[in-house]
T-cell receptor, first 115, second 112 residues
């Protein structure tokens, strides 16, 4: 499968625990995006990378959230001290190039449940 | 702020063409119209995009009006598997989310 891969697909954690999600983009895609989606809403932007540089962060990305893309390939999204409000689907997408004429492809997401 | 307006839901009979409208009256000259869909519990799936000309691929056709203020996504022969939420996005260079900002979309239900 050469699409965007996310791991794990599902995660259940207790409130206060830290969690980390991984995203493997399509090979050679230099842009990588993280989104969050809650029930009944469209995906909401969190942050994106151009290669290893984090170019933009949404106000949704509180200081408990951190994202990295150390070698410009895979990326991780960590949530520290999880809260019940963090329960959501976390989506990763990647694209080749930096123009609006290049489509972004999404992974299947990681569904986080905080209990 | 949402740049597009879509009906919250639509029905279509299986085998018929599904025509999903999108209003983007404030679109700028360098902004593209993108369509994605999301089947329940899956990630969004890219469908098609265009600037000013009509576009067609194996999944759908995109018809953009001459003034570019609205567009229609056409699924020519809808099947039950086309039941999904369809998102119309106006995408520009840079800007928040690199221009890839989702609204609430249209929930398309294909009826047998």
């Amino acid at each position: 499968d050469t699409g965007v891969s996310q791991d794990p697909r599902h995660k259940i954690t207790k409130r206060g625990q830290n969690v980390t999600f991984r995203c493997d983009p399509i090979s050679e895609h230099n842009r990588l995006y993280w989104y969050r989606q809650t029930l009944g809403q469209g995906p909401e932007f969190l942050t994106y990378f151009q290669n290893e540089a984090q170019l933009e962060k949404s106000r949704l990305l509180s200081d408990r959230f951190s994202a990295e893309r150390p070698k410009g390939s895979f990326s991780t999204l960590e949530i520290q001290r999880t809260e019940q409000g963090d329960s959501a689907m976390y989506l990763c997408a990647s694209s080749l190039g930096a123009t609006p004429n290049t489509e972004a492809f999404f992974g299947q997401g990681t569904r986080l449940t905080v209990v | 702020d949402a740049k597009t307006t879509q009906p919250p839901s639509m029905d279509c009979a299986e085998g018929r063409a599904a025509n999903l409208p999108c209003n983007h009256s404030t679109i700028s000259g360098n902004e593209y119209v993108y369509w994605y869909r999301q089947i329940h519990s899956q990630g969004p799936q890219y469908i098609i995009h265009g600037l000013k000309n009509n576009e067609t691929n194996e999944m759908a056709s995109l018809i953009i009006t001459e003034d570019r203020k609205s567009s229609t996504l056409i699924l020519p022969h809808a099947t039950l598997r086309d039941t999904a939420v369809y998102y119309c996005i106006v995408r520009s260079q840079g800007g928040g989310a690199d221009g890839l900002t989702f609204g609430k979309g249209t929930h398309l239900i294909i009826q047998p």
